[in-house]
């Protein structure tokens, strides 16, 4: 009788049930439906967001899904959110930062994208994934360290001072749970019962109550991270890929169409019929979101995910991908900061997943090229717009993998992992230290030098010029790394 937990047997599928079963419980949840009792386990963090107040819309078939998410705001008209967003695009300077946080799904290993290439316990240890010595760029702070080939547009931004590298970043007793660990970063707290994320509960303090677009989920749905409990704040798809559906109307009669509906919603959000008033809001804050979007609303003779650039009108050329939204999201948030919408914490998260429990390299090494190329195309779009300086990309995945492959040519579940932050006013070095293969924690795996609630304090601190106590439990606990020039 096998093993499950030995990593020398074989697995026949990429991705671990956990993975797949916890995409599924996600998104019942997100969309309001209690996954039945086999598929639930108690144990498991309800994700933040689920159960506030919300108000949703549902477009199209060329619309994606538009949310305005927010509680307590039974006052909130229309025209509040209208004048709410040109209000803060008004007083929004032109040095403003944006934080944009991209999470990297099932777990990235850490030990191929910044690999010890050439150590011989490495390669032991990974007889057939062991990155090859001198097959990529070195880690300028620690040449015993190699970027992965496929991460080579990472590599020379970091050569160029724009890239910071956390190579062991996680926390203390690491829950390899893909649900529990997923949600810890998300809350910005190892605490299962939080239902705010960390960036919601900074929208809470800091933000607009009349600025849906101050916190922006480029998911098609609400991302956790900018969930906030009071606040609104928007999730769309991406901005050229918005647009409201009536059946059999189009044209200018569309537009008188949906102009109405939002008029009336906003005469109507206050009925004593709780479902007159539910659909009345979601009509006027819908409105609101969709003459926003309405600059990037375009024919769609010209697929965003086969030329975002022209879509978006950059002059940088993203990576086309059918498979994955990211280069088209990255480059609609690029001509959204552009036109002045007043963005302030952006969330979003890869269509590829990196839950490689078998034959990984093919896998990983197509991720993680396009995360990476397509990151680069941002910053270089960024640049080309003279809006870089205002741009910081934490990117993240909720843990590392296990140093040893297992039998299938892939890894398992492991705990420290690699993160970075990228931008021109990111202080471009190593924070912290590698954790090495020497040492690792009863499990097997590496060991964290860096706790992600540290940084969580630092980019509040640093980044917005905030106190992060009232945001992050116990932030005094945590050293703050310097993370700018």
Request: aromatic share 8%; charged share 20%.
């Amino acid at each position: 009788m096998t093993d499950p937990f030995d990593p020398r047997t074989p697995r026949p599928v990429t991705h671990c049930d956990g993975f797949t079963r916890s995409q599924a419980i996600r998104r019942a949840l997100a969309s309001g439906v209690r996954p039945v009792a086999r598929e639930w386990d108690s144990r498991m963090p309800i994700p933040a967001g689920v159960g506030i107040d919300r108000r949703r819309f549902i477009a199209g078939a060329v619309g994606g899904l538009a949310l305005v998410y927010g509680a307590e705001r039974a006052g909130l008209t229309d025209g509040m959110l209208g004048d709410g967003i040109a209000r803060a695009a008004t007083l929004q300077r032109s040095d403003s930062p944006i934080l944009v946080s991209l999470f990297l799904q099932g777990g990235l290993d850490s030990l191929s994208l910044l690999a010890p290439a050439g150590d011989p316990l490495y390669e032991k240890l990974r007889p057939t994934l062991a990155v090859a010595s001198g097959s990529g760029v070195q880690l300028r702070e620690d040449t015993s360290l190699t970027w992965h080939p496929a991460a080579a547009s990472i590599a020379n931004l970091h050569n160029a001072g724009k890239v910071l590298v956390f190579p062991g970043i996680g926390y203390a007793d690491e829950d390899m749970s893909h649900f529990t660990s997923r949600h810890y970063w998300e809350v910005g707290t190892t605490d299962a019962e939080l239902t705010t994320g960390w960036m919601g509960r900074y929208l809470d303090l800091t933000g607009d109550a009349a600025n849906p677009f101050q916190g922006l989920s480029l998911d098609g749905q609400m991302n956790p991270t900018i969930a906030t409990s009071k606040n609104p704040v928007a999730a769309i798809d991406q901005p050229n890929n918005f647009a409201v559906w009536v059946n059999g109307v189009w044209g200018d009669v569309q537009e008188w169409t949906l102009e109405s509906a939002s008029s009336l919603g906003d005469s109507q959000r206050h009925s004593a019929d709780a479902a007159i008033k539910q659909v009345a809001g979601a009509a006027s804050e819908v409105g609101v979101v969709r003459r926003t979007l309405k600059p990037w609303s375009k024919d769609q003779t010209t697929s965003s995910t086969e030329n975002p650039a022209a879509v978006y009108g950059s002059s940088v050329t993203y990576p086309a991908s059918t498979t994955d939204d990211l280069p088209a999201r990255l480059a609609g948030l690029a001509s959204m900061i552009s036109a002045g919408v007043p963005l302030k914490c952006v969330a979003l998260t890869t269509d590829v997943q990196f839950d490689t429990h078998s034959s990984q390299a093919a896998t990983f090494n197509t991720g993680v090229q396009l995360v990476s190329d397509s990151l680069a195309a941002f910053q270089a779009d960024l640049e080309a717009r003279g809006i870089a300086d205002r741009v910081l990309v934490h990117v993240w995945s909720e843990f590392g993998r296990r140093p040893q492959e297992n039998g299938s040519h892939g890894t398992d579940h492991g705990a420290a992992g690699v993160s970075l932050l990228i931008g021109t006013r990111a202080s471009g070095q190593m924070v912290g230290i590698w954790p090495g293969l020497e040492r690792l924690d009863v499990n097997g795996n590496q060991i964290a030098n860096v706790d992600f609630r540290a940084v969580y304090c630092s980019m509040i601190e640093q980044w917005f010029g905030d106190d992060s106590a009232a945001v992050i439990p116990g932030a005094s606990r945590f050293v703050r790394p310097q993370l700018l020039k």
